[in-house]
């Protein structure tokens, strides 16, 4: 890789450790949920940030109040509720979501009929109130509140604007925008930019007004901010911001002018955009204006003239939209990913004798994958943060604090960093959620503990999986008696074959705390988990069941084609299982571009050595409706480790050495490995998008051992068959069974239905 501006050897010995860190078995150790260093006395001590003590170390990350308020930006119950329940859970320092005080300079921001799927508190008093419950609600549970405040999204915003407003998207200079890099970004005048300054100014004074404890600057991740902060993208050559520093030094001047000098400011911001670490000599593909980005010894001296100017603590990553798994770092990235960025600005700070204004030191707060107790713990005594940021964490478990005070950290429900409810279910048009936590963004409908039934029912569970395991404990909590039958000899589906790659990791954390859901529903409730059991019509039948739920998951899909009874095949979950089945075998392609196809070539390149892998896609993406981050990270190393990548391209048989295909090689193919433009969900037309042409031609892939990776289709066979049998009875069919693919979809169908029964 050859050098480019602004490379950070810091930055790039990160980078390319996380490509394969799961190779070390003591860093892999370090995402167990284990409490060898309980009592967690310094994650639970108080911290004084100005005016403000915060009563511990734990800080709830701003996830998510989009499309979470009232369309006029209004606070309403479900995200009051949303955020209370973690104040309850012990959390000493929360922070809200975005908040733009933008609308009407920002284009991207505002919907049709001045609507908003964001919080405002600038658009008048009428919004005011929900501030005012919100703040009074995490007060009553000893929570502090910070509200994230941004300057808009620039050039990472929506650009329908130019269709429903006919005005471009804007940024700092002319840049092109993310979603449609077609659509160019205005630069914003230096007019307009005092105007964005004057405006934070107002909503942190209104925020004060409202009870609120301190602001929270959004400067990181590439969104406006950010883009006036770094001259990768503030490329501006007159004016006052021309001076890449000013716009945020002249913002946090103006929020002390609006408040006064004890209330808290804090700010966010990336040590690095990455984007040269990352992409090496690919930025000269489509990001070559980019390639200037701060460095880490630029962003030190900005922080630095930041605090002068009167910020109060900062919390540092890396990434922009551009690298987007870094900013959301997915399931796939290390456990504390970014501990050595914090501990950078911790050092500076600490060598350079740098305090606040009020003369305190500045806190830094330590963010990414830090949801497991003993690493937290260790990351404060070993110096290397003041504060821990968690976000995902407290979605799966807003209890998390409480439960790793008290010691029962075996009983925190983990993240398994899938993204797909707290980030990708926002993105295509719901609002933040958690796979693994049905009730979060729901407990203003769902209370804590279900409501006891006052008709108990003996109900028979078919599969053990995250659907049938979620339904059969909710059901035996509220007072049913229920049977959880289980043809194989352990709980889990597919989640046992998932877990293999070390990047999985998280998936056994969850497998783990599966089986402590059952210990408690055995041990205090009318459960029973039958392992080896298969069910029948017949069977459940003559044990009187009331009620039957099926969720007997999802089947591998066959392939039909030439060639298939004498190829040398297996299915990517069987070879998960059993890697074994892979020895020898050096030339090995995929069929199946989705996560499961991906994740099992990376494994087979990275954990078991294999020289040549191919995967095959029949369309233009690969792992289309995975979450951007998790995606991108994939994409990203699998490139780097010469994974290749086939897309548009048809199996028509298989052969004797391999099998032969249909490619698509015209040059209007997208680039497979592209991470730095997101996948438009399919309901959004992009007019500008170049048309897909054919100049297709048959290929014969040299295979060793060809790994069927097409996913899986719902087994409806076994609802079908007792819904036939069991007429007189309730039949429900809940998970993958119903609908293949997700965690998510499979506990929510799990919880609900059990709360209905």
Known sequence: MSKTPSMDKKIQELMDHYGEWYLNKEELDMGKMTKNLYPYDKMFSPIKINGVTVKNRLVMAPMGNISMCDETGRPNEKMIAYFTERAKGGVGLITTGLVPVTHGIDNSITELGQLSYFPRIDRSRTVFAGWRDLAASCHSFGSRLFIQITA????????????????????ASWNKNWYIPQIPCMPLTDGKIKKIVKNIGQAAADAKAMNIDGIYLHGHEGYLM????????????LGRYADWQQFGIDMIKEIRARTDARFPIMYRIDLSLALNETYGDRMDINMKKFKRGRTIEMTLDYMKNLVKAGVDMFDVDLGCYDNWFLPHPPGSMPPGCFLDIAKIAKEYFEKNNIVSNAGLPVPVVAVGKLGYPDLAEKALRDEKCDMIMLGRPLLADPEWPNKARTGKVDEIRPCIGCQEACLNEFVEGGHPQCAVNPRTAFEE????????????????????????????????QRGHTVDLYEADSRIGGRLNSGSVPGIKYEIKNYLDFLRKEIEIAE???????????KATPE???????????????????KFKLPGYDKANTVQAVKLLENPSLADGKNN????????VGCETAFYLKKELDKKNVTVVEMTKYFMNHTCTANRGYLLKYMYDYNIKLLNCTKLLSFEENGVKVLRNKSKTVPDPYLTWTPILPENIHNPLAPKLKEDCIEEILEADLVVLAAGGRPNESVFHEFQEKLNEKEVYNIGDSFKGGKVFEATKSGYELALSL
């Open 152 to 171: 808009g999204l620039g050039r990472v915003g929506n650009p329908q604007c130019l269709i429903t407003q006919f005005k471009l998207p804007v940024s």
């Open 226 to 237: 950010d883009q006036l902060t770094s001259p990768a993208f503030n490329r501006r050559k």
């Open 445 to 476: 409908i769902y209370p804590k503990i279900p409501q006891q039934t006052d008709k108990p029912c003996k109900i028979a569970v078919i599969g053990a999986g995250p659907a049938g395991i979620t339904c059969a404990t909710t059901a035996a």
């Open 523 to 533: 041990k205090n409730y009318k459960f029973r988990l039958l392992l080896n059991t």
């Open 539 to 557: 069977s459940i039948k003559a044990e009187g069941y009331d009620k039957i739920v099926v969720a007997t998951g999802t089947s591998d899909v």
């Open 588 to 595: 090995i392609v995929v069929i199946g571009g989705g996560v």
